[in-house]
């Protein structure tokens, strides 16, 4: 199985702040990422996907991939208290039956 | 759009018993939904894959006869969970994946409690 690697944190941002998540991954053929919220006793909510390199925006959240450096990151501006949560990464792997392989998980503080 | 449902969100049983899960997408078909476990502070464990009208295919150290997993309609799939013990207390969440894209949605997710 291939993997996919986040830095666990807690990474701790000052409300108003960009707050920045990294995620790298071992298989080169992956064309799909994701980044999913995951706020404590619930389950994961898509909140990005991403398919070429370079940025995607959507509203305070931008994506990024490089797939040369096989990487790929999350950037949320104006960090508000309500986004402190875990920050999943996640890859499909095609060759290993078309599911999402999952990072362990940013956890997210955001204090006002 | 996009939204998967689950019921029940919560499930207290006796050791010994049987629960059943259900899983439905609501505005989309599903051709195959995913079946995940988490236990606390824990990442997502996936248990399952399973295809509308075909056997599921389980992950390496989960037991098929004891997580039972039907996808008998493309908006509906079902895990149950025979002979509950107390180990196998935790949070299941179901996922599906529309036939038109790789993305997964996920459901609210089922915590489970057996006495």
């Known amino acids: 199985q291939k993997e996919v690697e986040q830095n666990s944190g807690p990474l701790s941002v000052p409300e108003g702040a960009i707050a920045s998540l990294n995620c790298t991954y071992s298989?080169?053929?992956?064309?799909?990422f994701f980044w999913y919220r995951q706020y404590s006793g619930k389950s994961p909510e898509l909140i990005m996907s991403?398919?070429?390199?370079g940025d995607k925006e959507d509203g305070r959240f931008t994506a990024q991939l490089n797939k040369a450096s096989q990487y790929v990151s999350l950037l949320i501006r104006d960090s508000q208290p309500s986004d402190s949560a875990t920050y999943l990464c996640?890859?499909?792997?095609?060759?290993?039956?078309?599911?999402?392989?999952f990072g362990a998980g940013t956890i997210l503080r955001v204090k006002s | 759009g996009a939204v998967v449902s689950q019921h029940p969100s919560w499930v207290i049983c006796k050791s010994g018993t049987s629960v059943k899960i259900e899983c439905r997408s609501l505005?989309?078909?599903?051709?195959?939904m995913f079946w995940y476990r988490q236990f606390p502070k824990q990442s997502l464990m996936l248990m399952a894959t399973?295809?509308?009208?075909?056997?599921?295919?389980?992950e390496q150290g989960v037991e098929k006869d004891k997580f039972l997993i039907n996808h008998a309609s493309l908006t509906l799939s079902t895990l149950t969970v025979t002979s509950a013990h107390p180990e196998d207390s935790s949070f299941y969440i179901c996922?599906?994946?529309?036939?038109?894209?790789?993305?997964?949605?996920f459901g609210p997710g089922t915590r489970l409690t057996v006495l």
């Open positions: 996922s599906a994946r529309p036939s038109y894209a790789d993305t997964q949605y």
């Open positions: 298989d080169r053929v992956s064309q799909s």
């Open positions: 505005d989309f078909q599903a051709t195959t």
């Open positions: 991403i398919y070429s390199n």
């Open positions: 996640a890859v499909n792997e095609v060759e290993y039956g078309n599911k999402l392989v």
């Open positions: 399973s295809n509308e009208g075909s056997k599921a295919t389980y």
